[in-house]
């Protein structure tokens, strides 16, 4: 999430891609700010907390997900592409354990320890 470049993958209701698309760091606002809200799926990792409040700012549902619960859902070698791929598929698993969005100030005092 720390990256300058940012890949999104969409899925519709019935889990058929319809978005794929890569995005500058300065043209993730813009985007999420014209979509209609959406569940967005996110590995928990780096910056991942500071862009799920951007995104739930702007109306949308944010789930954070540990690495390790989405690598099992990689289908071919490792790139964002097929990452963001498998978050997607993570993301919409009605049993799937889901990271909790941490506060500025959580991450202020986990900044302490």
Known sequence: MAKNVFQVHGV???GKTVL???LARKAVPPFFAN???CLIGMKAQGSSNYWARELIKLGHEVRLM???F???YLKRSKNDQNDAE???EVAGRPDMRFVPLKTIEQQDVQTLH
């Open 12 to 14: 519709d209701g019935k």
């Open 20 to 22: 794929r698309k890569r």
């Open 35 to 37: 979509l209609t809200p």
């Open 66 to 68: 540990s690495p390790q």
């Open 70 to 72: 989405v690598k099992p």
């Open 86 to 88: 498998a978050i997607c």
